[in-house]
Structures are given as structure tokens and as C-alpha cells.
């Protein structure tokens, strides 16, 4: 019995020997291999992309020249932006102006048909009455030689109220229009500036598995590698 009892115990350290020995191996050899072959993937993957970016078509010769953009579009709105082959924006400089003209001739009429109903009303002149063109509510309804003395002051507040109003968007639309003139000479400088730049850069995110050898010990411990490239 404890002869058999000797050559168990043989045996079992045996096997150990070996378990341990095949744990060495697979930790060294094998995570090297895979830690191999994710490179050798992650590195195809690269030259890939860099293949596919030389084969795109470059642009052609043209390169705008940011002064004569300036120029161009100083001299007369769009002009930078054809210079710069961005037809697209047409209709925006286009739109942008012409509903700044629209709002400047609007309120440019309104207030000068306001300002001669003022002037009209408080000369008391019988053969002016261009005001009679402004009266609302009550004031149409009832004959003016009726009005009360604080219905004429009411009615005369309101025509100056309006003129001043009207006056003020005038003005106000003349400052948007010059706005509008400088935005688009500066678009036409940047777009000038910034023709060639490549503004789709190649961003992708690589999950990459991996396996970690323990210093001081036999066991692996598999991880996950987060990488970006742009």
C-alpha cells in the first residue's frame, strides 16, 4: 500500500510539472501570436485607409487668390462667391439683399407717408389733409369737425408714434444691409483662404482585443485596446 501510495504522489507532481509547463507556453507563445496577427490586422487596416486617401481624386489647379476674392465681391455682392466657384451660396447673398431693399423702400414709404399726415394735420390748412388717409377706428367713423380736443391730440401722438417708428426700421435696415455686404465679403475671403482644405478627416475608433501576461504569475487576463485615428 505505501509503495502504491508513493508512485500516486509521483505521478500527481508529474502532472503538475506539465500543466504548469503548458501554462508557460500558452501564455508566451500563443499571446504573442494573437497579440501578432491583431497588429498585422490593425496595420492592413492603415495602409488601407492611406491607399484609399492616394487614390482619391485631387483637386485641380485652380486655387483662388483671396485679394481678387476681396476685390470682387467689394465690387459688386456675388461676384466673390462666383470668383470661388461656390454657386450654391447665390441665392443667400441674393435672398439677404433683396429682402434688405424690400424692408428699406417699405418702411421708407410708410414713414414718409407718416411724416406728411403729421405735417398735414397740424398746419390746419383745409387744402392738406393727406392724413385723412390714416384715420382708424373711431376717427374713421366719426366726421374730424367732431373730434374732441383730446381725440385730435390722441390721433396726432399716434401719427408721430408711427413716423418715428417706421423712421427707426428705415435706419435699422440700412445698418443690416451694410451687414449683409460685409458678411459676404468676408465669406468670400475665408472661402478663398480655406479652397483646399480638407475638411472630412478620416475619424474611426479600433476596438482591439488583447491579452496581458501577469508578471509573477502563470494565469493571462484578456482586455480590450480602445484606439482613434484621425
Known sequence: ????????????????????????DFSE???ISVLKVFSVQTDTVRVDS??????????GNFKPNSKKAVLYSTFFPGLGQIYNRKYWKLPLVYGGFIGCVYAINWNGSQYNGYKRAYIDFIDDDPNTNSWEDYRYGSYRRQDPEDWTADMKRNFVSTLQSTKDFHRRNRDLSYIITVGVYAIWII??????QLFDFDISPDLSLQVVPLIYNKENGYACTLGMQLSFAF
Do not use: H, W
Open 1 to 24: 500500500m505505501k509503495r502504491y501510495s508513493g508512485l500516486i504522489v509521483v505521478l500527481f507532481c508529474l502532472y503538475s510539472v506539465c500543466c504548469i509547463a503548458q501554462t508557460i
Open 187 to 192: 465669406d468670400a475671403y475665408v472661402d478663398a
Open 50 to 59: 492611406l491607399v484609399n486617401e492616394e487614390i482619391q481624386p485631387i483637386k
Open 29 to 31: 507563445n500563443d499571446s
